[in-house]
């Protein structure tokens, strides 16, 4: 505010100098005044915008389904989208990008967390705010617990789908941190014993992308169930699920277990700036390259 005090004391010692312009005499005392009221002002309104962009969804709580429903009746908003918050077949959510109807063409990306975190970490990571600002995705942050297999996760993504329509189209594209790929492990490991003659637990109907993030839960699988069931090289399925992984490059497991699914999987293996956590290291590296990855 320096700025203003100088120009507005220049202007009061020039009309000093020039008796033409005396009224600025009544006015010489007002000015510091007046500085600090329209300050003042302008303060209170941005404690007040601030307030209002953190509040809703703290105040939302855990209700079910109807929480957030304010945000999400208007869809025109594209620029900045609001976050809504809920909870679906007892998982609660971040969503951001416009509902069904005027978009069955976005992919959905979903995002779980690893053990030490939750869907939160997404949030104040800023991670949430880049990959909502990708008009062409529709953004779902959950809180499934990490001991959940793909049993569970089946069951949040059809009531995603087809209860609550935040995800406009199966499948998806899925990030899976560290403990979370315990829902794709266990998948893998399914599929392979069952030869698919359960097809509602397809693999492809749900999931077409697959981001792993150092996920340990997959290095004891063989490299062979690895080809056998998630190999991008596979000749006999009509629909890939193609998997890019990406690691940190100070954490030697996830190097491991990502050139692994290289090997194994034809996966697309990234390394990026970072820790085990590696997309908090490197928020706007993890979302360039998961961008490119889906081609967005």
């Not at 908003?77 to 951001?96: D, I, R, W």
């Not at 406009?168 to 790929?181: C, D, I, R």
């Not at 829902?183 to 069952?194: F, G, H, L, R």
Request: neutral net charge; charged residues 20%; aromatic residues 6%.
């Amino acid at each position: 505010h320096h700025h203003h005090h100088q120009q507005a004391s220049t202007a009061v010692a020039m009309s000093l100098h020039h008796p033409m312009k005396g009224k600025t005499h009544n006015n010489r005392r007002n000015t510091p005044v007046l500085l600090a009221v329209v300050t003042g002002v302008l303060a209170l309104f941005f404690l007040l915008y601030l307030s209002t962009i953190s509040e809703p969804n703290r105040a939302s709580g855990s209700g079910s389904g109807g929480s957030g429903d304010d945000e999400k009746t208007n869809p025109e908003v594209t620029k900045t989208p609001l976050l809504s918050k809920g909870s679906s077949g007892g998982v609660e959510y971040y969503h951001c990008g416009a509902k069904e109807s005027s978009t069955n063409d976005k992919l959905s990306l979903v995002l779980l967390h690893g053990a030490r975190f939750t869907k939160e970490d997404w949030k104040t990571g800023g991670l949430l705010d880049r990959f909502c600002s990708i008009s062409s995705l529709s953004v779902l942050a959950l809180d499934l617990d990490v001991s959940s297999t793909y049993k569970e996760l089946i069951a949040v993504l059809e009531a995603l789908t087809t209860q609550d329509k935040l995800i406009p189209k199966l499948p998806v594209a899925l990030v899976t941190p560290s403990a979370s790929g315990k829902t794709m492990s266990t998948w893998i490991t399914a599929t392979a014993n069952n030869n698919n003659n359960n097809n509602d637990d397809d693999m492809t109907k749900y999931i077409r992308y697959w981001i792993p993030v150092a996920p340990g839960s997959v290095q004891s699988i063989p490299a062979e169930t690895l080809k056998s069931t998630v190999s991008t090289q596979k000749n006999n399925s009509h629909h890939q699920i193609s998997i890019l992984a990406i690691y940190g490059d100070k954490d030697r497991g996830g190097k491991t277990v990502s050139e692994l699914l290289g090997t194994a999987a034809g996966a697309k293996v990234v390394e990026i700036p970072g820790s085990h956590p590696c997309y908090l290291d490197s928020p706007d590296e993890f979302v360039q390259q998961i961008q490119t990855f889906l081609s967005l």
